[in-house]
């Protein structure tokens, strides 16, 4: 499995996975230029992406969808709810619907419902005989129900959006505080350090820190509060890495 993020924030998202026969995106916000470009970055083709998964519609999700389908035709994995909300591609004929799990050959894609302000809000696990992921972001809280599902995978690229103090002192007027720190808004730098302390296990080889905020966070900010964690949890685990905005992650080869 092949894994880079292309893009994390709240300006576009988008996650490229590769398995011996697919090559999918998690997500499509951003454009068609941008997403090309870091593709080629990654000796990877657009033409050759066969699957995009969407997690949600807000437009840092999918703004690219409707040209890079246009352009280049591959399989659009989305709810039922999700589809009634994008009417720019009702008319395309390569919609797949999903409410659970998602099998692309030997590739298992677990959906888990999210808490986030949209109409319909996933998150993944994705398996295939060795290797593990778990893509989980934009969700205001982890229902506990999903923990047994999520432990122990290879690779968690997770939502670390805000350090509170920054928010609350922050320009965002009072209602978006108030959104971004509910139950339908963003894991907090805080939330997602206590929740990988949970979910972490023997077999993880690398978690990727998802979603940082541009004025509530830095990068600094989320990885101090991950390792503090961490060690208080008596937990040694250092693989801990940030995803960018406008830049890959190192490519994940396994």
């Known amino acids: 499995m092949k894994i880079c993020v292309l893009a994390s924030g709240s300006e576009g998202n988008s996650t490229f996975v590769s398995t011996n026969n697919h090559k999918i995106l998690i997500?499509?916000?951003?454009?068609?230029?941008?997403?090309?470009?870091?593709?080629k970055e990654i000796n990877e083709l657009p033409e050759n992406i066969d699957a995009i998964i969407i997690s949600h519609t807000h437009n840092d999700h999918v703004a690219a969808l409707e040209r890079f389908v246009k352009k280049y035709h591959p399989k659009v994995y989305l709810t039922q709810k999700m589809f009634f909300d994008l009417k720019n591609i009702e008319n395309y004929d390569n919609i797949m619907t999903y409410e659970d799990d998602i099998y692309l050959d030997n590739l298992k894609i677990t959906s888990i419902k999210t808490s986030?302000?949209?109409?319909?809000?996933?998150?993944?696990?994705?398996?295939?005989?060795?290797?593990?992921?778990?893509?989980?972001?934009?969700?205001?809280?982890?229902?506990?129900?999903?923990?047994?599902?999520?432990?122990?995978?290879?690779?968690?690229?997770?939502?670390?959006?805000?350090?509170?103090?920054?928010?609350?002192?922050?320009?965002?007027?009072?209602w978006l505080k108030t959104r971004v720190l509910g139950t339908s808004g963003h894991l907090s730098n805080k939330d997602a350090s206590f929740y990988l302390t949970k979910l972490i296990g023997q077999n993880t080889k690398r978690i990727i820190l998802m979603h940082l905020s541009h004025k509530n966070n830095t990068e600094e900010k989320a990885l101090k509060m991950i390792h503090e964690t961490f060690n208080e949890y008596k937990i040694?685990?250092?693989?801990?890495?940030?995803?960018?905005?406008?830049?890959?992650?190192k490519v994940t080869n396994d």
């Open 27 to 39: 997500d499509i916000g951003k454009n068609v230029k941008y997403i090309t470009e870091k593709l």
């Open 116 to 174: 986030h302000d949209v109409t319909d809000s996933r998150n993944f696990i994705l398996e295939e005989p060795g290797m593990s992921m778990v893509y989980l972001t934009d969700t205001g809280y982890l229902n506990r129900k999903y923990f047994e599902a999520l432990k122990n995978k290879d690779y968690y690229l997770f939502e670390s959006n805000h350090d509170i103090a920054m928010l609350m002192n922050g320009p965002y007027p009072k």
């Open 236 to 249: 040694n685990f250092t693989n801990i890495t940030c995803a960018k905005q406008n830049e890959i992650t």
